[in-house]
């Protein structure tokens, strides 16, 4: 047994290319206390079998920003290491063979310009012009990315795994972690055969074995294992060295020159899930029985768009597990069970492209203590704690591996593991024709369909087929009233002598006010970056109802634990499932809800703002005059037993007077018309209240300040260099969703952050983050005075910018 220190400030499990880059990169950091464990040998998880693609555009910028962080990394660890990487530059071409095909990819080739990453779109020809080999006849186009390369993964994990030892980084083979050890909340080191290890980090980089490492913890880490094909060819006589990467998603199949042969490997779309059970424990370099059943029908695409490899022999049939996660994205960061435990794994088969930046913003964030920008999309905490449930991974795991190569339709939903998490009202809502999406595994009813038609999703670029359903229950919201089942989002109670005092500490706004009043505010950090948009209701002078989104709940809710002080009077529960809420919106909703109410809801007895429990049909129920859609209307909060008989009676009484259901995707332009945000698209942990628009909600003198204040201050006297902003497009036709190019005077200032079709501006909106170029601040007469273009699928499109909501800017129909 290797002799171990009894001691080191970071313990890292997992030698693969992702433990070494992290162990590399706090090294950098000057954090060289490390020492990084590995059970068996370097790379014998997943890393030794890697196809070694190296793309770098990625679905959003900041992970777009970490592919590109990966590639300038790899292109110069040899000259720094020594050690060879293999690593080229050879570029790579995506072939599109549909016209919607074409369209995802000049949507991914105008993202990547805001990107910073070079792109071309090329003909059919042209690409053939790159890839000689390549069949054409029912090609549309195809984008060129002159940057992107490939890598030996082996050599490339020899030369981090070189560079941290340097670094005076410890790496031991041969030892397996086998406990997590805890100490007064937090991790406190490491058990293994050679011997404990006290630690203050624990990183799980244990790849597919990070769900049992992070039980081991008592933390959450859904990944589950799929089997994972290619092929490489004997040589083909005549193939050109150092062809760029050739994707064809159509075909699901990935191409790469090598040394003479091609490697062909696939993305398809129902994967074989691998040791449900949990991994072998003698698995190491595991390599798995090869299935040609399974591969032959991808084997024939693969052969019609690259007709030479007909007649190549087959040199190695190869199948390796990787691990997926249930919504395509890695998991990064401290777990929100543990402190001190960090996890970076589940990488679904782009490890070795994102392993260089997810190291370096990980370590970064252990030496920091906090990610050096918004990582929201690979957060760990947007998991729920379900998602370990290995049924449910299992199931969905069937669906994740495809993906990556599946169309990126706008609002596409998972088809597998639903169901998982239903509201009171599910089997009402879907009698009534709702069509359900999902989020963190709460089913949502997006869109009504007409009655005696199917509830069923047809995707496109364009106009779904529920465009005009939802637009009927967004003029109801707008011209009558709406009804919405909004018992997805968080709720938490704060509760105690101490809550206000809590409370107030993180919240910019004055959250110690009367008792009953409705409290909108963002959490901010230290550095002034907005970590959660909330409403918070004093039920009681030592109690308060927090509200939030239900894709940040376990964020939200580890946030304000965290934020309790050792020894203050105040407790936080989740009492999420403990409550249904109803969303009752549009200029009638006060006039039905007062069919069931004895309460005086007149505006001077119950104004905006004001939260009242009140009888409702059989039922005491806690109405919030607040509103995500802008118009006059009520929350209503209701014990989820209550739930059924209240929207019964709700829907009877509405009969009346055009009481219509609406889904999440009417929500979605009503508030993009009134300009609310929507955290985790149009702000972020890196995004201030002032970049963002909502200085209105920062009580600035309140007697106790609040985090973050500080940073606000200063950055109110030297003022903002970028903002947020309404942009509604000249032409009807294309449609806006999100990381659009702006450009202000022809040149680029911004992106897209969401958008929507608003159906009573009568244009396609979105909100937009625009910085300004140079040094000088923003201001409101910059941002009005340009002229404005937005650019979808590579067409400049005219569009108008404002300040304020297009719709009722003053706010009028809120508070009537
Ligand atoms: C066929 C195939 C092709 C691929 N092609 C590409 C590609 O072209 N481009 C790309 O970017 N990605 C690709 N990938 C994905 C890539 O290989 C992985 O995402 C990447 O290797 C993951 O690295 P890792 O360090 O997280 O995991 P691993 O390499 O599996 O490392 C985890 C390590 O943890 C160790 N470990 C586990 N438990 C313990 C413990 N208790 N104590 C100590 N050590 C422990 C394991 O032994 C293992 O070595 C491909 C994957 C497959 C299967």
Same mark, same amino acid.
């Given at each position: 047994m290797p002799s171990l220190p009894s001691h080191a400030h970071v313990v890292i499990v997992g030698g693969g290319i992702v433990g070494c880059s992290v162990a590399y990169h706090l090294a950098k950091r000057g954090c060289t206390d490390v020492l990084l464990l590995e059970?068996? &040998?370097?790379?014998?998880?997943?890393?030794?079998?890697?196809?070694g693609l190296v793309g770098q555009l990625r679905a959003t910028h900041n992970l777009t920003r970490l592919a590109q962080y990966t590639t300038a990394l790899y292109e110069g660890l040899e000259r720094e290491? *020594?050690?060879?990487?293999?690593?080229?530059?050879v570029g790579s071409v995506a072939v599109a063979a549909s016209a919607a095909r074409f369209e995802e990819l000049k949507r991914g080739a105008s993202m990547a310009r805001v990107f910073g990453v070079e792109v071309q779109i090329l003909s059919p020809h042209e690409a053939r012009e790159r890839w000689p080999l390549l069949a054409i006849d029912d090609l549309v186009g195809a984008v060129y990315l002159p940057k992107d390369g490939r890598t030996n993964p082996v050599d490339t994990t020899q030369a981090l795994a070189r560079g941290a030892r340097a670094a005076g980084v410890r790496i031991v083979e $041969?030892?397996?972690?086998?406990a997590i050890h805890q100490a007064a909340g937090r991790v406190s080191g490491v058990a293994t055969a050679a011997g404990d290890v006290r630690a203050d980090v624990v990183v799980?980089?244990? *790849?597919?074995w990070g769900r049992e490492v992070g039980a081991l913890a008592g933390v959450s880490v859904p990944l589950h294992a799929a089997e994972h094909f290619y092929i490489v060819t004997e040589p083909i006589a005549g193939? %050109?060295?150092?062809?760029p990467i050739l994707r064809d998603a159509d075909a699901r199949s990935y191409f790469k020159e090598d040394t003479g042969k091609l490697l062909v490997g696939w993305f398809e779309p129902r994967a074989k899930p691998w040791a449900e059970d949990g991994i072998?424990?003698?698995?190491?370099?595991e390599q798995l029985p090869p299935d040609l059943a399974h591969i032959e029908p991808l084997f024939a695409d693969a052969m019609r768009r690259? %007709?030479?490899?007909?007649a190549a022999g087959v040199q190695v049939f190869f199948n390796g597990p990787e691990s997926f996660t249930p919504d395509d994205r890695y998991l990064l960061g401290e777990a929100p069970e543990l402190p001190g435990f960090y996890v970076a794994a589940?990488?679904?088969?782009i490890g070795i492209q994102s392993a260089g930046g997810a190291g370096k913003v990980l370590a970064d964030w252990i030496v920091?203590?906090?990610? %050096?920008?918004?990582l929201w999309d690979v957060d760990?905490?947007?998991?729920?704690?379900?998602?370990?449930n290995r049924r449910y991974l299992r199931d969905r795991t069937v669906e994740s591996l495809g993906?990556?190569?599946?169309?990126? =339709?706008?609002f596409r939903q998972p088809?597998?593991?639903?169901?998982v998490r239903r509201s009171a009202l599910h089997d009402r809502l879907a009698a009534a024709g709702a069509c359900f999406g999902e989020v963190a595994g709460f089913e949502r009813a997006n869109w009504f369909a007409a009655p *005696?038609?199917?509830?069923r999703y047809e995707y496109?670029? $364009?106009? &779904?087929? =529920?465009f005009e359903l939802s637009a009927a229950e967004h003029r109801a919201v707008r011209e009558s009233v709406g009804l919405f089942d909004q018992s997805s989002f968080s709720k938490f109670v704060l509760k105690g002598r101490d809550a206000a005092a809590v409370l107030g500490r993180i919240?910019?706004?004055?959250?110690?006010?009367?008792? $009953?009043r409705i409290v909108y505010t963002q959490w901010l950090n230290a550095r002034g970056g907005i970590e959660a948009d909330l409403t918070v209701t004093r039920e009681a002078e030592d109690s308060y109802l927090i509200v939030g989104a239900c894709a940040t709940q376990t964020r939200d809710f580890n946030y304000l634990c965290r934020a309790i002080?050792?020894?203050?009077?105040a407790v936080a529960f989740?009492?999420?499932?403990?409550y249904a809420v109803l969303g009752l919106m549009g200029p009638d909703s006060r006039a039905l809800l007062a069919q069931l109410t004895?309460?005086?809801?007149s505006s001077s007895a119950f104004p905006f703002g004001s939260s009242r429990i009140i009888d409702l049909g059989y039922a005491r129920v806690r109405a919030s005059?607040?509103?995500?859609?802008?118009?006059? *209307?009520y929350e209503l909060y209701i014990p989820a037993e209550f739930a059924p008989g209240v929207y019964d009676a709700l829907v009877a009484a509405g009969a009346a007077c055009g009481l219509r259901l609406a889904g999440y995707h009417a929500l979605n332009s009503l508030r993009i018309e009134k300009g609310y945000r929507h955290w985790g698209h149009d702000i972020?942990?890196?995004?201030?209240p002032l970049e963002a628009g909502? $200085?209105?909600?920062?009580?600035?003198?309140? %007697?106790h300040g609040f985090l973050g204040r500080e940073a606000l201050l200063r950055q109110r006297e030297t003022g903002v260099r970028r903002r947020l902003a309404a942009f509604a497009l000249e032409s009807s036709v294309p449609l806006l969703y999100h990381n659009e190019p702006i450009w202000r005077d022809g040149v680029l200032v911004g992106k897209v952050t969401s958008g929507m079709f608003g159906h009573t501006i009568g244009a396609a909106l979105g909100l937009g983050c625009v910085a300004r170029p140079g040094d000088e601040p923003i201001t409101s007469e910059w941002i009005g005075s340009g002229r404005y273009e937005i650019e979808v699928a590579a067409e400049r499109v005219p569009a108008r910018v404002s300040l304020?909501?297009?719709?009722?800017p003053s706010g009028e129909r809120v508070k009537r």
């Open positions: 059970r068996r &040998q370097l790379t014998c998880g997943t890393t030794w079998h890697a196809a290491t *020594g050690q060879a990487t293999g690593f080229r530059q $041969g030892v397996k972690v086998t799980n980089c244990a *790849g597919m193939l %050109p060295a150092d062809l072998p424990e003698d698995s190491a370099f690259v %007709p030479a490899l007909e589940g990488f679904n088969s920091d203590g906090h990610p %050096p920008f918004d760990i905490r947007r998991c729920a704690p379900f998602q370990r993906l990556l190569y599946a169309m990126h =339709w706008p088809q597998t593991a639903r169901g *005696g038609t199917e509830a496109s670029y $364009g106009r &779904q087929n =529920w919240s910019a706004n004055e959250v110690d006010v009367a008792v $009953g002080p050792a020894g203050a009077a989740d009492v999420s499932s403990a004895d309460a005086d809801l005059r607040i509103t995500y859609v802008g118009e006059l *209307g972020s942990d890196e995004d201030t909502l $200085g209105f909600a920062v009580a600035w003198d309140k %007697p304020r909501p297009f719709y009722d």
